[in-house]
């Protein structure tokens, strides 16, 4: 049986959801203002793993994953700009989707944006209003009173004296406790027309928490299976969409929320203060996307992530030791991985890994494993199996050869290494001074070779060669 890590209990439990044979996913997604960087890859992969995992066990998915297409940061970067929010928005939404799409990670099965939820919105905030959670302030935004909501802190496990450490009310702001946080902020004079939604309580827009409240009661009901997202979303963001949600429509939210952990950059926070901040699109100009998919896989969902350019090396060259074990010319493309086969010791024991709430490093050992036996026997069914164990993963669905040759080299890594033809050209000029017993020249070239990343295997068909 899957067994996931419940935030909310901070234990493990029996994966049972509400529905037998259904799951109903919910992943909190990106604010589009800018390109998605690296801490967005990690939730974004791990959320891919969490739902490609739930359908390869059996279970039907219905898997939401929502986009922020208004807020304060995104207005404020289009007037920077000049340009239109809508522009804005469309323009991130494209370049997330390249990145997604080059990762590997699948489509959701619906991807709302906060704009079209806003009448869904309005309407929790009036339920909330009227149950006396929610409160008019002077200055014309709507308030949740966080201390009204019995069991506020249960997801952190933290009381309200703890969350509250550190709090400040900001001058005229119109709260009536720190904690409360806005539902509906009231429009200003000199925000674009198109940030402007009609209300009860008059123009305005939503409040960032109340989004995710509101699309998630609408594609999933009011009580779903699993939420997700980053560390970072626990405080306040989950625990402001469960007082919003139970507090309109009572009984449970979420009955397993699942956190991904923080991801570092050489041991210190990721931050464009520090200078360490990469986007997706940066990386991938030195990596192949599916040496990020591995890396991030290797390590587990909720403990931190540390990235640096020694831990992507150490990915790549392990994925080209999984490509190398596959036979010349496996294309994964031209022949699709397969189902997995369950009964064999290898396949148990990567089912079991990834029903031990998606323990990912010992399933990727899995593939390790089952890359040796087939580099030792050459076994049909074992490279069968690494395949499709590996398909499930997102992992080895490229053309063995063409990765092999290529060395999973990003764009301007690939721009600046030496052609295949340029190769080919010199492993024959190898060949002929080896014909011509010129074994110095030989000796030459394939150190000169080795030196722009590209090995040479000699053998009883000629010369073969592959990027290290």
Request: net charge negative; aromatic share 8%; hydrophobic share 40%.
């Amino acid at each position: 049986m899957l067994r996931i890590h419940n935030t909310l209990t901070r234990r493990k439990e029996d994966f049972v959801p509400l529905e037998p044979g259904r799951v109903r996913m919910y992943v909190c997604g990106i604010t589009v203002y800018d390109y998605c960087h690296i801490g967005h890859a990690r939730m974004m992969l791990v959320f891919d793993l969490v739902a490609r995992w739930l359908r390869a066990s059996g279970y039907g998915l219905t898997y939401v994953r929502n986009i922020t297409d208004i807020d304060d940061k995104i207005i404020r970067r289009a007037v920077q700009n000049g340009e239109t929010i809508g522009a804005l928005t469309t323009r991130f939404i494209a370049a997330m989707h390249e990145d997604l799409d080059a990762l590997g990670v699948l489509r959701p099965d619906h991807e709302p944006r906060a704009t079209e939820y806003v009448p869904q919105m309005l309407d929790i905030i009036g339920l909330l209003e009227k149950k006396g959670l929610a409160y008019a302030t002077p200055d014309g935004d709507v308030d949740y009173a966080v201390r009204r909501f019995e069991g506020y802190g249960k997801l952190s496990g933290k009381s309200l004296d703890e969350l509250r450490a550190g709090e400040r009310v900001a001058v005229g702001d119109g709260k009536q406790d720190p904690l409360d946080f806005v539902l509906w902020k009231a429009a200003k004079p000199d925000e674009p027309a198109e940030a402007k939604w009609a209300s009860p309580w008059g123009a305005g827009r939503p409040g960032w928490h109340i989004e995710c409240s509101a699309m998630s009661s609408a594609l999933l009901g009011n009580t779903f299976d699993i939420h997700g997202g980053g560390a970072d979303l626990q405080v306040p963001h989950h625990e402001n969409e469960i007082a919003q949600s139970e507090g309109a429509h009572g009984g449970t939210f979420v009955r397993y929320w699942m956190h991904n952990g923080f991801v570092r950059v050489d041991d210190e926070k990721m931050s464009k203060s520090l200078g360490n901040f990469f986007t997706i699109r940066e990386v991938l100009e030195r990596y192949d996307p599916e040496v990020l998919r591995l890396f991030v896989l290797r390590a587990h969902y909720r403990s931190p992530l540390n990235y640096s350019d020694a831990h992507l090396d150490d990915a790549r060259a392990s994925l080209l030791r999984l490509y190398t074990a596959l036979s010349t010319g496996a294309a994964g493309a031209a022949q699709p991985a397969g189902e997995p086969d369950w009964t064999r010791p290898d396949g148990v024991r990567f089912r079991e890994a990834m029903d031990d709430d998606f323990n990912t490093p010992v399933a990727v050992s899995v593939l390790f494993e089952l890359a040796g036996e087939v580099n030792r026997s050459r076994d049909a069914a074992a490279e069968r199996q690494l395949r499709a164990l590996a398909g499930v993963l997102g992992l080895l669905g490229g053309d063995r050869d063409a990765v092999v040759r290529g060395g999973l080299l990003g764009r301007a890594r690939t721009a600046d290494r030496l052609s295949d033809a340029d190769i080919d050209a010199r492993v024959a000029q190898r060949t002929e001074a080896k014909k011509a017993r010129r074994f110095d020249e030989a000796d030459r070239l394939r150190a000169e070779l080795l030196e722009q990343g590209v090995v040479l295997e000699d053998g009883a068909g000629g010369t073969r060669w592959r990027r290290a």
